[in-house]
């Protein structure tokens, strides 16, 4: 068991010995979700930068020998070194579909023809709706954004695109996913789910892994790992999810990553690192 006299650790809701069960792993996997983990929502998505205090914390995280940290995100891989600039890590976006390893080298994996004919439809309808200015449009999905907006015509224009949508999407491979502030036609067939079982298959056999998320999408991940790992998701506790432990907010995702950086080191594993 970790010595706790020094050492704050951080409740985690509904696993209350969650740092005595990372403290005996020896390789660790910590994978976070970017908006509402890291980064507070905002109107203007480029504007969404991580809690103060958090960038750092990455950067240490990323350091330590014992750990490989991941960020993955449903923002495009552009948007995502943009917002964690300086830090350089793993970083995969458009939910798994494109990723870089802290070498520099970027994956990026193509949807089918007729996926691809479904999003430029999709993208279509809702450039004839006049929604431009609250279109997103990423290699694999295309997302409506409806934050700032008073709640009923959220809902309501949510709505109706969803249903657009969805029609496109069960001739296309698709599937359409409501957000947190919006909702979205993504290419099926790879997701974080997927994305994540990748990066393990990249790491030694008892590697053990954690994944932070606070969305719908996260869902996925925390259904892949539960056999090797631990899903925790952020917000309210009364949500369904899949994850088996809980975060309330943001603030505590940092003080989660500020004792993570502080937790004895178990093992002497060559690493990627980024200063």
């Known amino acids: 068991m970790i010595g706790r006299e020094n050492l704050y650790l951080p409740e985690i809701g509904r696993i209350p010995r969650f740092w005595d069960i990372i403290s005996l792993r020896q390789s660790k996997l910590l994978a976070l979700?970017?908006?509402?983990?890291?980064?507070?929502?905002?109107?203007?998505r480029?504007?969404?930068?991580?809690?103060?205090?958090?960038?750092?914390?990455?950067r240490k995280i990323s350091l330590r020998e014992d750990?490989?940290?991941?960020?993955?995100?449903?923002?495009?891989?552009?948007?995502?070194?943009?917002?964690?600039k300086?830090?350089?890590?793993i970083m995969i976006g458009s939910h798994g579909f494109e990723k870089r390893y802290c070498s520099g080298q970027v994956f990026i994996k193509k949807i089918s023809l007729r996926q691809q004919e479904g999003l430029s439809h999709a993208h279509t309808l809702a450039l004839d709706r006049g929604m431009e200015a609250h279109i997103e449009k990423k290699p694999a999905s295309i997302a409506f954004h409806t934050r700032g907006a008073e709640k009923r015509l959220a809902v309501r224009l949510e709505g109706e695109i969803a249903a657009e949508w969805t029609g496109i999407a069960s001739r296309c491979s698709?599937?359409?996913?409501?957000?947190?502030?919006?909702?979205?036609?993504?290419?099926?067939?790879?997701?974080?789910?997927?994305?994540?079982?990748?990066?393990?298959?990249?790491?030694?056999?008892?590697?053990?892994?954690?994944?932070?998320?606070?969305?719908?999408?996260?869902?996925?991940?925390?259904?892949?790992?539960?056999?090797?790992?631990?899903?925790?998701?952020?917000?309210?506790?009364?949500?369904?999810?899949?994850?088996?432990?809980?975060?309330?907010?943001?603030?505590?995702?940092?003080?989660?990553?500020?004792?993570?950086?502080?937790?004895?080191l178990k093992s002497g594993r060559e690493r990627c690192h980024e200063a």
Do not use: Q
């Open 67 to 84: 750990t490989t940290l991941a960020v993955i995100s449903g923002r495009p891989l552009d948007e995502l070194e943009m917002l964690l």
């Open 174 to 264: 698709l599937e359409v996913r409501k957000f947190k502030g919006g909702v979205e036609v993504l290419a099926r067939g790879w997701n974080k789910g997927d994305a994540l079982e990748e990066l393990l298959r990249d790491e030694p056999k008892e590697t053990f892994c954690v994944y932070i998320g606070d969305n719908s999408t996260d869902e996925d991940a925390f259904r892949r790992i539960r056999s090797s790992g631990i899903g925790i998701r952020v917000g309210n506790r009364e949500t369904p999810t899949a994850a088996r432990g809980l975060l309330p907010d943001i603030p505590a995702v940092k003080g989660f990553l500020d004792a993570w950086v502080n937790l004895p």
């Open 46 to 58: 480029m504007e969404a930068r991580p809690l103060k205090g958090i960038p750092e914390l990455l």
């Open 86 to 89: 300086p830090w350089k890590g």
């Open 33 to 44: 979700d970017y908006d509402g983990t890291l980064a507070p929502f905002h109107v203007n």
